[in-house]
């Protein structure tokens, strides 16, 4: 691996009986996307934060590009672009105008018309902020951390509220980053999303690191099954499903039920044979491969929505 942008070590920080990270360690490295996947409450924010400087750890180190986080911050502020999860940006001011407001705060910064175009802004330019859609106000709140041109990018769920054409437009706008050799660290709770624009991913739940590789080793790793996927009235329980032929693995999330299997043909044979037999009606069956759905589901034992 080349050099390391960030290098966390045995990181903790606990807000009251809740372990919110928990020992956590990895590295990040330069020109690399990093991924920090996980639900609502797994960690991700709160260690991301740590790494920015804008929260302390109980213990645990924190090195970014090379310098020591709890010492270096302010000389840190000028080469990192972050995006947080909630910002309070000004309501009143224009687009435009808040572009230009937060240009002020770096030495070097990218024209504000580029900032504009990159959060696809350019037709509310001259709108306030309080006026925009949520997807817009998110793509503006993304599109600010990169007013100074960062050398390394932090993303808080960067994709949250906006429509597939728009995630997928700043996904784009990640890869184009990444392209030009800059390292991002982003958070997300999109399997889709940390599958394509990450090299590595980190699963987090409960303030841990349960699981830390590239998408596709990872799910060669634990998964090396296919997926049957599909909804079925009279369940018959995990294990019946289980003892089919063919399956490995039985799973029920809510109404939806998965059967992994390295041999799909009698699997599915023989889930019909039973759906037949106790006058069970399948529905929206179809057959996948595997996901990091899939390895969450199976690393934790639920869906990372949950």
Same mark, same amino acid.
């Given at each position: 691996?080349?050099?390391?942008?960030?290098?966390?070590?045995?990181?903790?920080?606990?807000y009251?009986?809740?372990?919110?990270?928990?020992?956590?360690?990895?590295?990040?490295?330069?020109?690399?996307?990093?991924?920090?996947?996980?639900?609502?409450?797994a960690?991700?924010?709160?260690?991301?934060?740590?790494?920015?400087g804008?929260?302390?750890? !109980?213990?645990?180190?924190?090195?970014?590009?090379?310098m020591?986080?709890?010492?270096?911050?302010h000389?840190?502020?000028?080469?990192?672009?972050?995006?947080?999860?909630?910002?309070?940006?000004?309501?009143?001011?224009?687009?435009?105008?808040?572009?230009?407001?937060?240009?002020?705060?770096?030495?070097?910064?990218?024209?504000?018309?580029?900032?504009?175009?990159?959060?696809?802004?350019?037709e509310?330019?001259?709108?306030?902020?309080?006026?925009?859609?949520?997807?817009?106000?998110?793509?503006?709140?993304?599109?600010?951390?990169?007013?100074?041109?960062?050398?390394?990018?932090?993303? !808080?769920e960067?994709?949250?509220?906006? !429509?597939?054409?728009?995630?997928?437009?700043?996904?784009?706008?990640?890869?184009?980053?990444?392209?030009?050799?800059?390292?991002?660290?982003?958070?997300?709770?999109?399997?889709?999303?940390?599958?394509?624009?990450c090299d590595?991913?980190?699963?987090?739940?409960?303030?841990?690191?349960?699981? +830390?590789?590239?998408?596709?080793?990872?799910?060669?790793?634990?998964i090396?099954?296919?997926?049957?996927?599909?909804?079925m009235?009279?369940?018959?329980?995990?294990?019946?499903?289980?003892?089919?032929?063919?399956?490995?693995?039985?799973?029920?999330?809510?109404?939806?039920?998965? +059967?992994?299997?390295?041999?799909?043909?009698?699997a599915?044979?023989?889930?019909?044979?039973?759906?037949?037999?106790?006058?069970?009606?399948?529905?929206?069956?179809?057959?996948?491969?595997?996901?990091?759905?899939?390895?969450?589901?199976?690393?934790?034992?639920?869906?990372?929505? !949950?």
């Open positions: 691996m080349s050099e390391a942008v960030v290098e966390v070590k045995n990181l903790a920080k606990t009251g009986n809740v372990k919110a990270v928990d020992g956590i360690s990895l590295s990040v490295a330069r020109g690399e996307v990093f991924g920090m996947l996980g639900p609502n409450g960690g991700k924010t709160t260690t991301v934060e740590i790494i920015e804008l929260r302390k750890a !109980d213990s645990g180190t924190v090195r970014l590009l090379g020591d986080v709890s010492r270096d911050i000389a840190l502020k000028e080469r990192m672009g972050v995006q947080s999860q909630h910002p309070a940006l000004y309501p009143n001011l224009t687009v435009e105008e808040i572009v230009n407001f937060f240009r002020t705060l770096y030495r070097t910064s990218l024209p504000a018309s580029e900032i504009i175009k990159l959060a696809t802004l350019e509310s330019r001259k709108i306030l902020y309080r006026n925009l859609s949520g997807g817009q106000q998110q793509r503006l709140s993304v599109a600010l951390a990169f007013v100074n041109d960062p050398d390394v990018l932090f993303l !808080d960067p994709t949250t509220g906006l !429509d597939p054409q728009a995630r997928r437009a700043m996904w784009e706008v990640v890869e184009n980053f990444h392209r030009i050799g800059k390292t991002v660290l982003l958070t997300t709770h999109y399997m889709e999303e940390a599958q394509r624009l590595r991913v980190a699963i987090m739940d409960h303030g841990q690191v349960i699981a +830390l590789d590239s998408p596709r080793r990872m799910i060669e790793q634990h090396k099954e296919s997926a049957i996927q599909f909804k009235t009279n369940y018959p329980g995990q294990e019946v499903l289980t003892g089919l032929t063919g399956v490995t693995k039985a799973v029920k999330e809510g109404d939806e039920i998965i +059967l992994y299997t390295n041999n799909i043909p009698p599915i044979s023989a889930l019909l044979e039973l759906a037949s037999a106790r006058s069970a009606e399948l529905s929206e069956l179809f057959v996948r491969q595997a996901t990091l759905e899939d390895v969450f589901l199976k690393l934790t034992g639920k869906r990372i929505r !949950d």
